[in-house]
């Protein structure tokens, strides 16, 4: 087995939306659970691309990096686009 490590912060800075969604995002994931969620422009877009593109998607909770829950922060995950009709958001 393999290990790869790079510091996470650093990585998401550099995210861009994939031109090609992978297949098993399309068709596949049905859970997704982020912990440490920033508040971030980069951190939204990427969750983003998730909610919009994973059709089978059940569950996506987000636990939020600071113990003080932010409402706005709820609020702006709330309205993005989700393409499953089922997805049920968990913010802890």
């Known amino acids: 087995m393999s290990n790869h490590s790079a510091q996470y912060n650093d990585l998401i800075n550099f995210w861009d939306e994939p031109a090609v969604v992978p297949e098993c995002l399309l068709t596949h994931l049905e859970i997704?659970?982020?912990r440490q969620y920033e508040n971030t422009v980069q951190h939204r877009k990427v969750a983003a691309c998730i909610l919009a593109n994973a059709t089978c998607l059940k569950m996506a909770?987000?636990?939020a990096r600071s113990?003080?829950?932010d409402d706005r922060m709820?609020?702006?995950l709330k309205?993005?686009?989700r393409i499953s009709k089922t997805c049920r958001l968990v913010f802890e």
């Open 32 to 34: 997704f659970e982020w």
């Open 61 to 63: 909770t987000l636990s």
């Open 67 to 69: 113990r003080n829950r």
């Open 74 to 76: 709820v609020m702006k």
């Open 79 to 81: 309205k993005l686009k």
